[in-house]
């Protein structure tokens, strides 16, 4: 794997990049796979950072969740991965709904994206994040794995149609587990294919097990946008 680096083109690894989304300029993060090449089309993952890691440097984001588990094992993950960093610690991931929006349009524009097999994830933060812009770009994402999250049980019938895979600590004393109980129940309810996995004894940090124990990259290509009989 290559070192992080600023590039684009046929660079591998993790590639420091920015883009302008109104009158704000943005740095992002973009993993592509040392077997990346743009003749076949790629399954693409969005994640969504926590409170910890939010910022304007650009970095932060790979350093906690998916970025450390493709730093260890990234056979696991044959996925073009995109990092947005969230910039204020207090605001909603969907507050940058747009930033994320555009940030995928460009890594269409620079990469082999295959368009029905992108997929979203997110710790914390990003969990309620991986929610809330689930629920608003449900034709969008093949599937979803919100992690230690919470989200809006009015937004489950959205998520009807995108199998969803939750993950959470069962002592987790910063987002209680009931917050990823109550959508995945709100989501089953209104017809669609969600489930958790909990942790007994867990606390907030449910994105080791979650991103590095439980095979969720081969979970996210059992599933393509518009297939039928996609496994759950």
Not at 40 to 45: A, G, N, Q, V
Not at 118 to 123: D, I, M, Q
Not at 152 to 175: I, N
């Amino acid at each position: 794997m290559s070192a992080l680096a600023a590039g684009a083109g046929q660079t591998k690894g993790f590639l420091l990049k920015s883009i302008a989304v109104g009158s704000d300029t943005h740095k992002y993060v973009v993993y592509v796979p040392e077997a990346y090449n743009g003749r076949t089309k790629w399954p693409t993952i969005i994640f969504l950072n926590g409170y910890g890691e939010c910022g304007k440097d650009g970095l932060k984001q790979i350093s906690v969740g998916l970025g450390p588990a493709i730093m260890s094992n990234s056979q696991e993950w044959p996925f073009i991965v995109i990092f947005p960093q969230k910039p204020e610690f207090n605001e909603n991931w969907e507050r940058y709904d747009d930033m994320v929006m555009a940030i995928l349009q460009q890594t269409r524009k620079e990469y082999s994206v295959d368009p029905s097999r992108v997929y979203l994830t997110g710790l914390s933060q990003g969990g309620h994040g991986t929610w809330a812009i689930g629920a608003k770009h449900p034709d969008l994402f093949a599937a979803i794995a919100p992690v230690c999250g919470w989200g809006d049980e009015t937004t489950a019938q959205a998520l009807r149609s995108v199998p969803v895979w939750a993950f959470h600590g069962e002592a987790d004393p910063v987002v209680n587990i009931e917050g990823s109980r109550k959508m995945v129940d709100a989501v089953n309810a209104a017809g669609g294919n969600a489930k958790l996995t909990s942790y007994p004894g867990v606390e907030h940090n449910s994105w080791d097990k979650a991103y590095r124990e439980e095979k969720l990259g081969s979970w996210f290509l059992q599933h393509v946008k518009g297939a039928q009989g996609s496994k759950g």
